[in-house]
């Protein structure tokens, strides 16, 4: 069923390819920026790499004040950049009450790392342990907040960092786009809650099911809170004395002189030293009974299992209490103990499902075969990054559209169904990513399974998310052009591999190889990656063909050439195509809107990148707006030139 024709699909049909970025994609966040999008693309490409590398004047008031928090998987701050924003963006111009600081201006020692810019206005660049940062300027303004019975406070001065530069390393998905910032709710003397100089605050978070509501945070004299309290320590951040931690009855932990630890509303998840850890983990291992243990996906988690939180409920699992000095306690439920994801591929509820013995010749082909306990096909796929998946050989089977969108269904696939799943790569998605499919050459992926004798792709631009791109499949998928053969490289015999015979920039012959250099083409990595001996001339052409604009800085640090401006201004100057020519006659167009991705505002990044691992690999970025087909028969691959693939 996997190479050989008499197993072969006999109709010829089409995959509708969602950009991940897309509104129509499962990961598709609306909250982020085209920015933000594109740094992501840069780091998944360093990601990438590394794997085949490794081969406030403040006025006191009297009422109480509760500004809005909206959550999102636990984390809570009662204000987050978010972009695209609904509201217009901040504009000091605008704003009679505005004023920035100067440099002499004895406010301007308390923003962390203070500078002094052109005009001796005081600077902030705010960094984060993650890679996030914000740089701008230190300014203040008023604001208003809500206070009691939705009556509106009078307008306070507050400072605040006027940011003109923001990345956030992991953006997160916030549903109404309205938030534009942070604000501190800690005891330095900047955070909100110094300069409101109000004497209590308090809020009460929802949780995980109640997350189309919002919490508030009430500020003032007489906030609503009770029970018992601790003693706060000394210090900036919110510090107390654990005494002792209890699982339903059973005390886990006891410390009678306290151990200290720290409250933080920004932090998603709870850390504890392993004198805590260890002994809550093997307690809650004790008590969750009946329930397969399974691994994290992403790696993060050291303990998941097969069920839903409403299982964990209803199984019986107790509360955990976090008991302070004084009588103050926390007091978590499995909802927040355990976070759920989507439902997992269950083969005992399908009926179609069938799994593959060890004798079956099929369990050869899989990635580190063995024979489990029960006699079903086993395997273990490692990737370079340190990625795994660990699990059985089956079948199932799977619909595709065909021609005319008609349904081609009953197509036979065998697959990995993973029961241990390690993909670093996939910690950003949220949780969505189900799989890799492949369309290489191993004898199990989806191209070798479906034994068609040819596919082909044009893949939409960067301003064409909202379309989906397609794939077809069969035995005359639309492709033209000139091809160039797909030649055996030693240690990329599944990779689409051909010979590049030069590299032009316009009219302007940038690289000349007569015998041809091997590249691969891999429609699942966005950048482009060359070795030194192409990335080195063909940056400098670019930069010799880009005129009028400043060098910038990439804001993560990863790609080698920036500039300040946007892709149209790019275009509009007339940067000429990047053509990639292959031995046979064939070649890639990468327009200026494909060779750079707009990282931040008026910058601009290239989308290639210097070979770290001694191989040439052509990314998808590359790929867009060209048809690129592939002749499997013939052992040669068709590239069209450059093409708007709406049409396609």
Known sequence: ?????????????????????????????????????????????????????AATALSSQNDSITPQLMPHRGEYLPCRKCYPQKDPIYDPAKSNPSMFFQCTDSLCNLPPRPSCGTDQECRYRQEYISGTFSEGELMRDEFAFEGPDSATASRIPI???????????????????????????????????????????????????????????????????????????????????????SLGAQRVVDFPSGHMVMLDSGTTMTYLEPELFNPVLNMVKGLVKGFEVIRDSR??????????????????????????????????????????????????????????????????????HSCSANNECAYHLAYLDGSFS?????????????????????????????????????????????????????QLSLASQLAQPAFAYCLLGEADKSMTSRVQLGSSPRMWGNSTAIVRARGRESQYSVLLDGVSLGAARVIDIPTGQVVSLDSGASMTFLESSLFGPVIE??????????????????????????????????????????????????????????????RVCITLIRSSFGQSIIGNIAQQNNVVGYDLAKDRIYMSGAYDCKLY
């Open 299 to 368: 790696g993060l988690s050291e303990l998941c299992y097969r069920a839903t939180t409403k299982e964990l409920v209803e199984a019986g699992l107790p509360v955990i209490k976090l008991w302070f000095m004084g009588g103050a306690r926390l007091e978590m439920n499995v909802e927040s103990l355990f976070l759920e994801k989507d439902p997992i591929y269950d083969p005992s509820k399908s009926y179609t499902s069938k799994s593959f013995d060890c004798t079956n010749s099929t369990c050869n082909f899989t990635p580190g």
């Open 541 to 602: 052409a670019v930069r010799g063909a880009v005129k009028g604009f400043e060098v910038a800085r990439d804001p993560r640090g990863l790609s080698e050439l920036c500039y300040s401006a946007t892709t149209k201004e790019l275009v509009q100057a007339g940067l000429p195509v990047l053509e990639l020519g292959f031995v046979g006659g064939s070649r890639l167009e990468v327009k200026a809107e494909s060779l750079f991705l707009e990282v931040a505002e008026r």
């Open 159 to 245: 400072v605040f960092g006027c940011a003109h530069t923001n990345v956030v390393s992991s953006p997160r998905a916030w549903a109404d786009g309205v938030r534009a910032g942070i604000a501190g709710m800690n005891r330095a003397p900047l955070s909100l809650v110094s300069q409101l100089d109000q004497p209590a605050f308090a809020y009460c978070l929802l949780g995980q099911p109640q997350q189309s509501m919002t919490t508030r945070v009430q500020i003032g004299t007489s906030p609503r809170m009770w029970g018992n309290s601790t003693q706060m320590l000394a210090g900036r951040n919110y510090a107390v004395l654990l005494e002792h931690i």
């Open 390 to 442: 660990d699990g059985v050989l089956m079948q199932e089977e799977f619909v595709f559209e065909g021609p005319d969108s008609a349904t081609v269904k009953g197509v036979k696939l065998a697959f990995g169904c993973g029961r241990n799943n390690v993909f670093k790569g996939f910690s950003a998605d949220g949780g969505n990513t189900a799989g890799v499919m492949g369309m290489g050459r191993g």
């Open 1 to 53: 069923m996997f190479t050989s024709t008499a197993n072969a699909v006999n109709a010829s049909f089409s995959l509708t390819l969602i950009h991940r970025d897309s509104p129509l994609s499962p990961f598709h966040n609306p909250n982020l920026t085209r920015y933000e999008l594109n740094q992501a693309k840069f780091g998944r490409a360093i990601a990438y790499e590394h794997a085949l590398s």
